[in-house]
């Protein structure tokens, strides 16, 4: 899955506290800022593992402020690990 979130998700360790709830959960893939304010992620691996990062996505780490999530269906990459980017 790609998703973008929008809202107040950069300087509050959005991207560092998503790769950490990925690797606990076994999925694979990146997360980076994007130039516009939002944050990028693309998640893959088992089902279940892409549906909790997800479900983590809409809330985020407790300074962040997320109010809106745009997911996409894709193909995976076969990305090994998680990384931030």
């Known amino acids: ?9 950069q300087g509050v360790w ?5 790769a ?3 690797r606990a959960r076994g999925a694979a893939g990146w ?4 130039p516009d304010g939002r944050v ?10 892409v549906e909790a990062v997800l479900a983590w ?3 985020g780490p407790p300074a962040a402020r997320v ?7 894709v193909t995976p990459c076969g990305a090994g690990r998680f990384e931030v980017r």
Do not use: F, K
């Not at 899955?1 to 998700?9: I, K, Q």
């Not at 959005?14 to 998503?18: E, G, L, N």
């Not at 990028?40 to 593992?49: D, H, K, L, S, V």
């Open 57 to 59: 996505c809409r809330t």
């Open 14 to 18: 959005y991207r560092q506290s998503c």
């Open 31 to 34: 997360v980076r800022n994007l």
């Open 20 to 22: 950490e709830q990925a």
């Open 1 to 9: 899955m790609r998703v973008h979130v929008r809202g107040r998700v």
């Open 40 to 49: 990028e992620a693309w998640i893959e691996g088992p089902r279940e593992a």
């Open 67 to 73: 109010t809106g999530l745009e997911i996409a269906d």
